[in-house]
Protein backbone atom coordinates (compact mmCIF):
# COMPACT_ATOMS: atom_id res chain seq x y z
CA UNK A 1 0.00 0.00 0.00
CA UNK A 2 1.38 3.33 -1.03
CA UNK A 3 0.90 6.75 1.48
CA UNK A 4 0.71 9.99 -0.20
CA UNK A 5 4.26 11.55 0.36
CA UNK A 6 3.16 14.27 2.31
CA UNK A 7 1.20 12.10 4.89
CA UNK A 8 4.41 9.74 5.40
CA UNK A 9 6.82 13.30 5.85
CA UNK A 10 3.99 14.30 8.42
CA UNK A 11 4.17 10.81 10.01
CA UNK A 12 8.14 10.29 10.48
CA UNK A 13 8.47 14.05 11.63
CA UNK A 14 6.18 12.95 14.99
CA UNK A 15 7.40 11.25 17.66
CA UNK A 16 4.61 8.63 17.64
CA UNK A 17 3.04 6.93 14.54
CA UNK A 18 -0.21 7.31 15.85
CA UNK A 19 -2.46 5.70 16.29
CA UNK A 20 -0.99 2.27 17.57
CA UNK A 21 -3.38 0.16 17.56
CA UNK A 22 -2.95 -3.35 19.59
CA UNK A 23 -5.47 -6.49 19.35
CA UNK A 24 -5.08 -9.45 20.64
CA UNK A 25 -7.00 -12.42 20.30
CA UNK A 26 -7.05 -16.08 20.90
CA UNK A 27 -6.67 -17.93 18.03
CA UNK A 28 -6.94 -21.64 17.66
CA UNK A 29 -7.74 -22.49 14.66
CA UNK A 30 -6.47 -26.11 14.91
CA UNK A 31 -9.90 -26.93 16.78
CA UNK A 32 -12.08 -26.42 13.51
CA UNK A 33 -13.30 -23.02 14.40
CA UNK A 34 -12.41 -21.17 11.61
CA UNK A 35 -15.89 -19.49 10.95
CA UNK A 36 -16.07 -18.17 14.76
CA UNK A 37 -12.47 -16.89 14.26
CA UNK A 38 -13.75 -15.15 11.45
CA UNK A 39 -16.52 -13.58 12.89
CA UNK A 40 -13.90 -12.38 15.65
CA UNK A 41 -11.78 -10.66 13.72
CA UNK A 42 -15.13 -8.99 11.38
CA UNK A 43 -16.25 -7.60 14.61
CA UNK A 44 -12.97 -6.65 16.24
CA UNK A 45 -12.14 -4.96 12.88
CA UNK A 46 -16.16 -2.62 12.76
CA UNK A 47 -15.09 -2.27 16.08
CA UNK A 48 -11.59 -0.88 15.13
CA UNK A 49 -13.05 1.00 12.74
CA UNK A 50 -15.62 3.02 14.58
CA UNK A 51 -12.66 3.83 17.43
CA UNK A 52 -10.54 5.54 15.23
CA UNK A 53 -13.43 7.60 13.12
CA UNK A 54 -13.96 8.79 16.64
CA UNK A 55 -10.26 9.97 17.47
CA UNK A 56 -8.83 10.45 14.11
CA UNK A 57 -9.14 11.52 10.35
CA UNK A 58 -10.78 9.46 7.53
CA UNK A 59 -7.59 9.82 5.95
CA UNK A 60 -5.78 8.15 9.01
CA UNK A 61 -8.41 5.50 9.80
CA UNK A 62 -8.06 4.10 5.91
CA UNK A 63 -4.87 3.59 6.00
CA UNK A 64 -4.83 1.81 9.38
CA UNK A 65 -8.09 -0.30 8.40
CA UNK A 66 -5.99 -0.95 5.04
CA UNK A 67 -2.80 -2.25 7.45
CA UNK A 68 -5.70 -4.86 9.37
CA UNK A 69 -7.19 -5.96 6.52
CA UNK A 70 -4.09 -6.88 5.21
CA UNK A 71 -2.90 -8.45 7.96
CA UNK A 72 -6.37 -10.30 8.56
CA UNK A 73 -6.42 -11.60 4.89
CA UNK A 74 -2.72 -13.09 5.36
CA UNK A 75 -2.97 -15.18 8.73
CA UNK A 76 -1.70 -18.48 9.08
CA UNK A 77 -4.46 -20.59 9.84
CA UNK A 78 -2.50 -23.97 9.90
CA UNK A 79 -0.59 -22.23 13.06
CA UNK A 80 -0.65 -24.42 16.21
CA UNK A 81 -0.02 -21.65 18.62
CA UNK A 82 -3.09 -20.26 20.53
CA UNK A 83 -3.16 -16.97 20.23
CA UNK A 84 -2.53 -13.89 17.85
CA UNK A 85 -1.05 -10.36 18.54
CA UNK A 86 -1.79 -8.09 15.78
CA UNK A 87 -0.13 -4.22 16.16
CA UNK A 88 -1.12 -1.68 14.06
CA UNK A 89 -0.10 1.76 12.83
CA UNK A 90 -0.07 3.90 9.64
CA UNK A 91 3.79 2.94 9.26
CA UNK A 92 3.40 -0.59 11.06
CA UNK A 93 1.57 -4.11 10.45
CA UNK A 94 3.17 -7.26 12.65
CA UNK A 95 1.22 -9.95 13.76
CA UNK A 96 2.99 -12.43 16.03
CA UNK A 97 1.76 -15.92 16.38
CA UNK A 98 2.41 -16.84 20.51
CA UNK A 99 1.91 -19.84 22.30
CA UNK A 100 -0.42 -18.68 25.25
CA UNK A 101 -4.08 -17.83 25.70
CA UNK A 102 -4.81 -14.10 26.67
CA UNK A 103 -7.55 -11.87 27.77
CA UNK A 104 -8.89 -10.48 24.28
CA UNK A 105 -8.38 -6.81 24.27
CA UNK A 106 -8.35 -3.96 21.71
CA UNK A 107 -6.50 -1.20 22.73
CA UNK A 108 -5.53 2.20 20.36
CA UNK A 109 -2.60 4.30 22.37
CA UNK A 110 0.41 6.38 21.35
CA UNK A 111 2.92 3.46 21.37
CA UNK A 112 2.59 -0.88 21.28
CA UNK A 113 3.65 -1.90 24.81
CA UNK A 114 5.24 -5.35 24.53
CA UNK A 115 5.41 -5.65 28.59
CA UNK A 116 1.29 -5.45 28.48
CA UNK A 117 0.67 -8.16 25.69
CA UNK A 118 2.70 -10.73 28.07
CA UNK A 119 0.93 -9.29 31.25
CA UNK A 120 -2.24 -10.47 29.16
CA UNK A 121 -1.09 -13.84 28.88
CA UNK A 122 -3.92 -16.24 31.05
CA UNK A 123 -2.78 -17.80 34.49
CA UNK A 124 -2.57 -21.70 33.32
CA UNK A 125 -2.78 -23.90 36.44
CA UNK A 126 -2.68 -27.09 34.43
CA UNK A 127 -0.51 -29.93 35.73
CA UNK A 128 0.58 -33.40 35.23
CA UNK A 129 0.08 -35.57 38.15
CA UNK A 130 2.56 -38.98 38.53
CA UNK A 131 0.87 -40.94 41.19
CA UNK A 132 3.36 -44.13 41.80
CA UNK A 133 2.74 -47.57 44.07
CA UNK A 134 4.41 -50.50 43.74
CA UNK A 135 1.60 -52.53 41.97
CA UNK A 136 0.74 -49.69 39.24
CA UNK A 137 1.12 -46.11 38.15
CA UNK A 138 -1.71 -43.85 37.42
CA UNK A 139 -0.98 -40.13 35.21
CA UNK A 140 -3.51 -37.57 35.59
CA UNK A 141 -3.85 -34.03 33.54
CA UNK A 142 -4.63 -31.77 36.32
CA UNK A 143 -6.32 -28.25 36.88
CA UNK A 144 -8.01 -26.23 40.10
CA UNK A 145 -11.25 -27.92 39.30
CA UNK A 146 -10.59 -31.61 38.04
CA UNK A 147 -8.07 -34.26 36.86
CA UNK A 148 -8.30 -36.36 33.60
CA UNK A 149 -6.45 -39.79 33.43
CA UNK A 150 -3.83 -39.71 30.55
CA UNK A 151 -2.57 -42.93 29.12
CA UNK A 152 1.26 -43.21 27.88
CA UNK A 153 2.43 -45.81 25.79
CA UNK A 154 3.91 -47.82 28.91
CA UNK A 155 2.06 -50.57 30.91
CA UNK A 156 0.67 -48.97 34.11
CA UNK A 157 0.97 -52.24 35.81
CA UNK A 158 4.27 -53.91 37.59
CA UNK A 159 2.88 -57.48 36.36
CA UNK A 160 3.42 -56.64 32.62
CA UNK A 161 7.54 -56.89 33.66
CA UNK A 162 7.31 -59.81 35.68
CA UNK A 163 8.70 -62.26 33.22
CA UNK A 164 11.36 -59.87 32.51
CA UNK A 165 12.85 -60.66 35.76
CA UNK A 166 15.20 -63.79 36.41
CA UNK A 167 12.91 -66.53 38.32
CA UNK A 168 12.52 -66.40 42.61
CA UNK A 169 14.85 -68.61 44.06
CA UNK A 170 13.98 -70.29 47.19
CA UNK A 171 15.72 -67.73 49.75
CA UNK A 172 13.81 -65.15 50.96
CA UNK A 173 17.18 -62.43 50.79
CA UNK A 174 16.74 -63.27 46.99
CA UNK A 175 13.01 -62.79 46.88
CA UNK A 176 13.25 -59.23 48.72
CA UNK A 177 16.00 -58.17 46.38
CA UNK A 178 13.88 -59.36 43.55
CA UNK A 179 11.08 -57.11 44.43
CA UNK A 180 13.39 -54.32 44.29
CA UNK A 181 14.52 -55.12 40.70
CA UNK A 182 10.81 -55.20 39.74
CA UNK A 183 10.03 -52.34 40.93
CA UNK A 184 12.87 -50.06 39.83
CA UNK A 185 12.06 -52.00 36.38
CA UNK A 186 8.27 -50.86 36.52
CA UNK A 187 9.40 -47.16 37.53
CA UNK A 188 12.15 -47.21 34.76
CA UNK A 189 9.51 -47.59 32.39
CA UNK A 190 6.85 -45.23 33.75
CA UNK A 191 9.90 -42.39 33.75
CA UNK A 192 10.01 -43.38 29.85
CA UNK A 193 6.52 -42.93 29.64
CA UNK A 194 6.96 -39.96 31.75
CA UNK A 195 8.81 -38.44 29.57
CA UNK A 196 7.15 -38.37 26.45
CA UNK A 197 4.04 -36.45 28.04
CA UNK A 198 6.48 -33.82 29.36
CA UNK A 199 7.19 -33.27 26.04
CA UNK A 200 4.17 -33.03 24.40
CA UNK A 201 2.56 -31.02 27.50
CA UNK A 202 5.15 -28.91 28.80
CA UNK A 203 3.55 -28.84 32.41
CA UNK A 204 5.05 -28.98 35.96
CA UNK A 205 5.22 -32.14 37.19
CA UNK A 206 4.06 -33.47 40.50
CA UNK A 207 4.83 -37.47 42.22
CA UNK A 208 2.74 -38.57 44.94
CA UNK A 209 3.84 -42.21 46.37
CA UNK A 210 5.11 -43.69 49.85
CA UNK A 211 8.35 -43.28 50.54
CA UNK A 212 10.07 -46.44 49.62
CA UNK A 213 8.69 -45.87 46.09
CA UNK A 214 9.73 -41.84 45.60
CA UNK A 215 13.20 -43.07 46.52
CA UNK A 216 13.21 -45.89 43.90
CA UNK A 217 11.84 -43.67 41.43
CA UNK A 218 14.25 -40.56 42.68
CA UNK A 219 17.18 -43.19 41.80
CA UNK A 220 16.00 -43.70 38.09
CA UNK A 221 14.42 -41.07 36.83
CA UNK A 222 15.94 -39.17 34.08
CA UNK A 223 12.82 -36.14 34.53
CA UNK A 224 13.38 -34.90 37.94
CA UNK A 225 14.51 -31.69 36.64
CA UNK A 226 10.77 -31.02 35.66
CA UNK A 227 9.60 -32.38 39.22
CA UNK A 228 8.01 -29.36 41.16
CA UNK A 229 7.50 -31.18 44.17
CA UNK A 230 7.36 -34.90 45.76
CA UNK A 231 3.89 -35.67 47.79
CA UNK A 232 4.35 -38.77 50.49
CA UNK A 233 1.54 -40.62 51.54
CA UNK A 234 0.17 -44.40 50.34
CA UNK A 235 -2.60 -43.06 47.54
CA UNK A 236 -3.41 -46.48 46.80
CA UNK A 237 -6.88 -46.38 47.69
CA UNK A 238 -7.41 -42.94 47.15
CA UNK A 239 -10.59 -41.19 44.83
CA UNK A 240 -9.31 -39.13 42.17
CA UNK A 241 -11.79 -35.96 44.34
CA UNK A 242 -9.45 -36.93 47.09
CA UNK A 243 -6.29 -36.91 45.31
CA UNK A 244 -7.36 -33.34 43.83
CA UNK A 245 -8.05 -32.52 47.59
CA UNK A 246 -4.56 -32.88 48.17
CA UNK A 247 -2.97 -30.58 45.35
CA UNK A 248 -4.99 -27.15 46.41
CA UNK A 249 -2.46 -26.37 48.94
CA UNK A 250 -0.18 -26.48 45.60
CA UNK A 251 -2.66 -24.55 43.51
CA UNK A 252 -3.40 -22.19 46.39
CA UNK A 253 0.66 -20.75 46.18
CA UNK A 254 0.57 -21.51 41.99
CA UNK A 255 3.36 -18.68 41.73
CA UNK A 256 5.77 -20.39 43.50
CA UNK A 257 5.04 -23.25 41.65
CA UNK A 258 5.60 -21.47 38.31
CA UNK A 259 9.10 -19.75 39.99
CA UNK A 260 10.52 -23.33 40.23
CA UNK A 261 9.35 -24.52 37.39
CA UNK A 262 11.31 -21.39 35.93
CA UNK A 263 13.87 -21.90 38.28
CA UNK A 264 14.50 -25.67 37.23
CA UNK A 265 14.22 -25.05 33.38
CA UNK A 266 16.94 -22.76 33.21
CA UNK A 267 19.26 -25.26 35.52
CA UNK A 268 18.63 -27.62 32.66
CA UNK A 269 18.95 -25.14 30.08
CA UNK A 270 22.79 -24.25 31.50
CA UNK A 271 23.44 -27.82 32.15
CA UNK A 272 23.46 -28.43 28.27
CA UNK A 273 25.00 -25.19 27.55
CA UNK A 274 22.23 -23.95 26.11
CA UNK A 275 20.84 -20.62 28.14
CA UNK A 276 21.97 -16.71 27.69
CA UNK A 277 22.28 -15.13 30.80
CA UNK A 278 22.67 -11.13 30.66
CA UNK A 279 21.39 -8.72 28.34
CA UNK A 280 24.31 -8.85 26.06
CA UNK A 281 23.99 -11.86 25.78
CA UNK A 282 20.78 -13.00 25.70
CA UNK A 283 20.38 -9.85 22.92
CA UNK A 284 22.83 -11.70 20.19
CA UNK A 285 20.99 -14.94 20.64
CA UNK A 286 17.51 -12.94 20.37
CA UNK A 287 18.64 -11.92 17.19
CA UNK A 288 20.10 -14.94 15.82
CA UNK A 289 16.58 -16.16 16.41
CA UNK A 290 17.83 -19.13 18.93
CA UNK A 291 15.32 -18.04 21.88
CA UNK A 292 12.86 -20.15 22.73
CA UNK A 293 12.25 -19.03 26.72
CA UNK A 294 12.74 -15.72 27.86
CA UNK A 295 12.47 -15.12 31.18
CA UNK A 296 13.20 -11.43 32.47
CA UNK A 297 12.42 -9.76 35.37
CA UNK A 298 9.42 -7.95 36.15
CA UNK A 299 10.98 -4.27 36.22
CA UNK A 300 13.99 -4.96 34.68
CA UNK A 301 14.67 -2.11 31.66
CA UNK A 302 17.86 -0.98 30.22
CA UNK A 303 18.14 1.83 27.67
CA UNK A 304 20.70 0.93 25.04
CA UNK A 305 21.82 1.85 21.44
CA UNK A 306 22.72 -0.26 18.76
CA UNK A 307 26.25 -1.28 17.34
CA UNK A 308 27.80 -1.80 13.71
CA UNK A 309 27.35 -5.62 14.52
CA UNK A 310 23.41 -6.15 14.78
CA UNK A 311 23.51 -8.89 17.75
CA UNK A 312 25.45 -6.43 19.86
CA UNK A 313 24.49 -3.54 21.78
CA UNK A 314 25.95 -0.50 23.79
CA UNK A 315 24.41 0.45 27.55
CA UNK A 316 23.65 3.86 27.28
CA UNK A 317 22.48 6.25 30.18
CA UNK A 318 18.73 7.04 29.93
CA UNK A 319 18.98 11.27 29.06
CA UNK A 320 21.08 9.98 26.26
CA UNK A 321 19.62 11.06 22.88
CA UNK A 322 21.54 9.59 20.19
CA UNK A 323 20.05 8.80 17.07
CA UNK A 324 19.82 4.83 17.51
CA UNK A 325 19.17 5.42 21.35
CA UNK A 326 16.80 2.67 22.46
CA UNK A 327 14.38 3.28 24.94
CA UNK A 328 13.75 -0.08 26.56
CA UNK A 329 16.07 -3.02 25.12
CA UNK A 330 14.25 -5.55 27.06
CA UNK A 331 11.36 -4.54 25.05
CA UNK A 332 13.16 -5.42 21.84
CA UNK A 333 14.66 -8.57 23.16
CA UNK A 334 11.09 -9.45 23.93
CA UNK A 335 9.53 -8.99 20.34
CA UNK A 336 12.13 -10.52 19.19
CA UNK A 337 11.98 -13.73 21.26
CA UNK A 338 7.81 -13.31 20.08
CA UNK A 339 8.32 -13.00 16.64
CA UNK A 340 10.47 -15.78 16.13
CA UNK A 341 7.82 -18.17 17.73
CA UNK A 342 9.47 -17.81 21.25
CA UNK A 343 8.15 -17.40 24.89
CA UNK A 344 8.14 -14.60 27.45
CA UNK A 345 7.47 -14.78 31.17
CA UNK A 346 7.55 -12.15 33.63
CA UNK A 347 9.53 -13.02 36.96
CA UNK A 348 9.63 -11.30 40.55
CA UNK A 349 12.30 -8.98 40.92
CA UNK A 350 15.33 -10.21 42.23
CA UNK A 351 14.53 -13.74 41.20
CA UNK A 352 17.23 -13.59 38.55
CA UNK A 353 19.86 -11.72 40.10
CA UNK A 354 22.80 -14.47 39.62
CA UNK A 355 21.64 -14.19 36.00
CA UNK A 356 22.07 -10.51 35.35
CA UNK A 357 17.93 -9.93 35.66
CA UNK A 358 17.41 -11.89 32.37
CA UNK A 359 17.76 -15.16 31.22
CA UNK A 360 17.19 -16.73 27.34
CA UNK A 361 16.66 -20.71 27.12
CA UNK A 362 17.55 -21.63 23.37
CA UNK A 363 16.28 -24.14 21.42
CA UNK A 364 17.15 -27.89 21.83
Known amino acids: MILQKEMVQELLETDKYMPCVSLLLNFEPKM ?49 KKS ?9 EKVYYLDMEVDEKLVIDESFEIRDL ?31 RVTSNVPDNVAAYRNEIPEKVANFS ?39 TIGHFRNITRNGSRVID ?3 GNFEEETESTLLSRMQTKLDNWRSVQERK ?7 AMNVRKLARGLEDVWQAAVQKRGRWLLVERHFMVPAMHTDQPDKIT ?29 VDFVEDGLLAEYGHIALIEYY
Open 118 to 148: IRSKKENTRYLLAVLSAKWTKIFLGDRHQLV
Open 230 to 232: YIH
Open 174 to 212: DEQKRKEILLDKFLLHTDNGLALLLNMYQLPLFVMGTKR
Open 32 to 80: GLRKELDYALKINGEKLERMLLDSFPQDITRVVMNRYQHAVENLNYITH
Open 315 to 343: FLEPENNHAFYIKDAVDDVMEKVLSSGGQ
Open 84 to 92: IAIFLSPLV
Open 262 to 268: WLLALEE
